[in-house]
């Protein structure tokens, strides 16, 4: 019989954060969750990500993937690479956001280089937005080790919506 894993975690009540992005704009929101005034997505504790930088129009997340996160054949899964570059390209998006808009995610492309496992290392993804407009915007994001090494890049649509 297999030797089994466990893993605890805990997370906050994202009502909270969901009411303060109501209430600030897209930068501002951000710039407290990045330092920790509201909590974070619950999908972060979930995944073990996180939020490390914050620019207008960009957005870095680091990951440190461990075998929770595999799939059947011994690898992370692969929507963990797609998690983190919607996160990175949404949020590099949110930072462009004035108060009273929301976003989106309306389209998703992400392209697979090599696979990740928990010996990777600490995975960073930038995500930079492309182009800003009034009711679309899209960004792009890099999935890479401490090295610089890629292992998947994407790009995304998102709607933009007034409150």
């Given at each position: 019989?297999?030797e089994e894993?466990?893993?605890?975690?805990?997370?906050?009540d994202p009502r909270?954060g969901?009411?303060a992005a109501?209430?600030?704009?897209g930068?501002?929101y951000?710039t407290?969750?990045?330092?920790?005034?509201?909590?974070?997505a619950?999908?972060?504790d979930?995944?073990n990500f996180?939020?490390e930088?914050?620019?207008?129009g960009?957005?870095?997340f680091k990951c440190?993937?461990a075998?929770?996160?595999?799939?059947?054949i011994?690898?992370?899964?692969g929507?963990v690479?797609a998690?983190l570059?919607?996160?990175?390209?949404g949020?590099?998006?949110?930072?462009?956001?004035e108060l009273?808009?929301?976003y989106?995610t309306?389209e998703?492309?992400?392209n697979?280089?090599?696979p990740i496992?928990?010996?990777?290392?600490?995975?960073?993804?930038?995500g930079t937005?492309i182009?800003?407009?009034r009711k679309?915007?899209?960004?792009e994001?890099?999935?890479?080790?401490?090295?610089?090494?890629?292992y998947?890049?994407?790009t995304?649509?998102c709607?933009?919506m007034?409150l």
């Open positions: 019989m297999p894993s466990s893993r605890t975690y805990t997370w906050k909270t969901a009411k109501m209430e600030l704009s930068m501002d951000l407290k969750m990045l330092n920790g005034e509201i909590p974070g619950p999908i972060a979930t995944m996180w939020l930088e914050l620019k207008e960009f957005a870095i440190n993937p075998e929770y996160l595999y799939n059947p011994g690898t992370v899964h929507g690479a998690t570059l919607d996160s990175a390209m949020c590099a998006i949110h930072t462009t956001l009273g808009t929301i989106t309306a998703l492309h992400v697979y280089v090599r496992t928990a010996n990777t290392g600490t995975l960073t993804c930038t937005v182009h800003r407009g679309l915007a899209t960004a994001a890099k999935l890479t080790d401490e090295d610089g090494k890629l998947a890049h994407g995304t649509t709607m933009i007034e």
